[in-house]
């Protein structure tokens, strides 16, 4: 079993920057991919951005150039670094990651954590 910690969410104002950050914790795993989703109201959860493996990256083109993934492989946790923020960007973010124990691979998902962009 894998439990995903999510930090970081709250209240900014537009163009402004906000980091959050997610750390995995178990016990004989190693990851896959991690990566951040997001669900705003009446619409379905979206990939915001993913890093996969040695460190390839990918984003949803309407963060593109705003935001940045990262990840620290020493403490499990991967971040994601919110710049210019938007209205549209406001959501419930979600944690994701894709681990394998022993030779099977699992996927899990943390509680969500709230962005909200307002002046």
């Known amino acids: 079993q894998v439990q995903l910690l999510e930090s970081g969410g709250g209240l900014v104002q537009p163009g402004g920057f906000l980091r959050l950050s997610c750390a995995a914790s178990?016990?004989?795993?190693?990851?896959?991919?991690m990566g951040w989703y997001r669900k705003a109201p009446g619409k379905q959860r979206d990939l915001v951005a993913i890093?996969?493996?040695?460190?390839?990256?990918s984003y949803a083109d309407s963060v593109k150039g705003r935001f940045t993934i990262s990840r620290d492989n020493a403490k499990n946790t991967v971040h994601l670094q919110m710049n210019g923020r938007k209205f549209e960007d406001t959501a419930v973010y979600y944690c994701?990651?894709?681990?394998?124990?022993?030779?099977?691979?699992?996927?899990?998902w943390g509680q969500g954590t709230q962005v909200t962009v307002s002046s």
């Open positions: 994701n990651a894709a681990v394998v124990i022993t030779t099977s691979l699992y996927e899990y």
């Open positions: 178990g016990s004989m795993f190693s990851i896959n991919s």
């Open positions: 890093i996969i493996g040695g460190g390839r990256t």
